[in-house]
């Protein structure tokens, strides 16, 4: 079962799943793509395109497996996981449900705010510098309808000052969550290593510098900060770059919850 | 073994999910009903348990678990019983995918409909403007006011039910291209895709009947119906307590017609 990880640069959930990767032992050739180029809408041989098309995630990575494209990082860090050293999640059911929980509230409160964050900071500018034919060409091929918005909007400098403050106010109450978890002195959030720590690590390392507030005066996250780092998983995920600063590359990610 | 309780409202939404799961698995729970129109779910006893305020929660013992999908996740890695997610890990990863596109994408355009169709109008015809709004005033999270408040006072835009609109027909093509795929939702077993799918679409024909029948959407009345046929399907719907829950006797109906899109609003609790 030949397996090809279509990745952008290392950061958020690109980095996570390359991480998980690395963690697991699996055999996946991996392939950069210039995610703000549009390359993850015209993958090759890929035969199932449903989850790529309509995944919630927006610019995530893409594990092509025998023509199926899977994406939603968490699910395909579980997914190598399972496929390989299965380290990476707890064996206890209810400890399982804890780390899905973590996971839930980094990729449904943490990552839009993040991806919206990062976006302003570094996608508009390539975004706004495309021309008018090669902008539309490249939305066309893009299948979901509330993800081209999504890019739009990018393109447009269309970043609402209320969903501004939004953002860095749930950016900030996840570092604090994990300021919060690392109290009694553990090393990894969920004790163990898991998943969490990639998922985490991927959305907020890149908020380091666009919300310095929010980890200002953190000790333990800093510390955890470095050791996520250092793993040598995510080492190699890193030296996948083609830029100085990956931590400063981001695409449209997912959506702000139309709730409220 | 230690107690299980679930705290839930009517076999849907998700409510339905851990109910319908315990069910298969065959796990007894003490069954605590929370009326979300008469707003139980925010009194301090239930608050106790989930200090968010919304259903369902289950506690295991001394164990106190939220979040209907993670709910499920727990129900059938911790108890015997049916396995309800297959041992082949591309598969779990499918079933992952889809409820995280129903419980994230998917069902949150149908409940707009639901709520600003049926659950605001309830709750305000049965407590009146001033003890609505006291009760909307407690509520823990703020996301969760806003809701209400644009439920009952009917204060959901244009624009917004129009995109749940295009979301709920787009999501029921996906639901159909899938399941024409194979028999259940995301492998080839049933599974826990299927048991969250069900409880999102079983009232589709009565709600959306422009959408969803026999004639435009087949395999999905076929899906819907052997879901209906089992066993534990009957028996968690008898938990339901108001009209909402008999809407599942639709599938009963062996042919079942596009009806225009009118008639589903008009008879519908969605
Ligand atoms: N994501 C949660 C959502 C729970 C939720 O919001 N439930 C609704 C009912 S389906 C609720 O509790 N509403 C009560 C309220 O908003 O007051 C889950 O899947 O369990």
Redesign the interface.
């Known amino acids: 079962m030949a397996m090809i990880l279509y990745h952008g640069e290392p950061n958020g959930p690109s980095l996570a799943v390359l991480a998980a990767l690395g963690e697991s032992g699996v055999d996946a050739q991996c392939r950069r793509i210039d995610l703000l180029a549009g390359a993850r809408h015209t993958l090759p041989d890929v035969t199932e395109p449903l989850a790529r098309d309509m995944g919630v995630e927006g610019e995530g990575p893409v594990l092509v497996v025998d023509g199926e494209a899977m994406t939603e990082s968490v699910f395909i860090a579980q997914f190598l996981d399972e496929s390989g050293a299965n380290t990476l999640q707890p064996k206890d059911a209810y400890a399982h449900w804890q780390m899905l929980m973590w996971c839930r509230r980094i990729t449904e409160r943490c990552a839009p705010a993040a991806a919206f964050l990062g976006c302003k900071a570094s996608a508009q500018p390539v975004l706004a510098g495309m021309d008018e034919a090669a902008f539309t060409a490249l939305s066309t091929t893009i299948a979901s309808e509330d993800l081209r918005a999504r890019w739009t909007a990018v393109r447009a400098g269309n970043f609402p000052d209320e969903q501004l403050a939004d953002s860095v106010t749930k950016v900030t109450d996840a570092a604090k969550k994990v300021e919060d978890q690392l109290a009694d002195g553990r090393e990894w959030l969920m004790g163990d290593l898991t998943i969490a720590d990639f998922e985490t690590y991927g959305w907020l390392a890149g908020m380091v510098d666009l919300v310095p507030d929010a980890f200002a005066g953190k000790d333990r996250l800093s510390g955890w900060l470095a050791r996520v780092a250092a793993r040598p998983s995510v080492q190699a995920a890193l030296a996948r770059a083609s830029v100085p600063n990956p931590q400063s590359s981001w695409a449209p990610g997912p959506e702000i919850n139309r709730w409220g | 073994m230690a107690q299980v309780t679930l705290y839930h409202w009517e076999p849907n939404a998700n409510s339905g999910k851990p109910m319908l799961a315990l069910m298969e698995k065959g796990v007894q729970f003490d069954s605590h009903y929370i009326d979300m129109l008469n707003f139980d779910q925010h009194k301090p006893e239930y608050l106790a348990i989930n200090p968010q305020g919304t259903i369902p929660a289950m506690t295991?013992g001394t164990?106190v678990?939220?979040?209907s999908t993670?709910?499920m996740?727990?129900v059938n890695?911790?108890f015997d019983g049916p396995d309800l997610m297959p041992a082949n890990?591309?598969d779990?990863?499918?079933i992952?995918?889809w409820m995280?596109?129903m419980d994230?994408?998917l069902a949150?355009s149908f409940s707009?409909f639901g709520w600003k169709f049926f659950v605001g109008p309830n709750a305000l015809a049965a407590h009146g403007q001033d003890k609505i709004e006291a009760q909307i005033a407690r509520i823990p999270l703020?996301?969760r006011q806003?809701?209400w408040r644009k439920a009952v006072f009917g204060l959901f835009s244009e624009a917004?039910m129009a995109?749940s609109g295009?979301r709920i027909g787009?999501g029921i093509q996906?639901l159909e291209a899938?399941l024409g795929k194979r028999e259940w939702l995301a492998s080839d077993q049933y599974s826990l895709a299927d048991v969250n799918g069900f409880n999102l679409a079983y009232a589709m024909p009565l709600s959306q009947p422009h959408l969803a029948n026999d004639e435009v959407t087949p395999n999905i009345m076929r899906w819907l119906r052997a879901i209906y046929r089992r066993p534990a399907t009957r028996e968690c719907w008898k938990l339901g307590r108001t009209p909402m829950a008999s809407r599942v006797e639709i599938l009963e109906q062996d042919y079942i017609p596009p009806r225009d899109e009118s008639e589903g609003i008009s008879s519908g609790v969605r």
């Open positions: 295991h164990r678990l939220v979040e993670a709910i996740e727990y890695a911790e890990a591309q779990r990863w499918r992952r995918w995280k596109f994230q994408w949150p707009m703020p996301e806003t809701a917004e995109e295009r787009v996906m899938e």
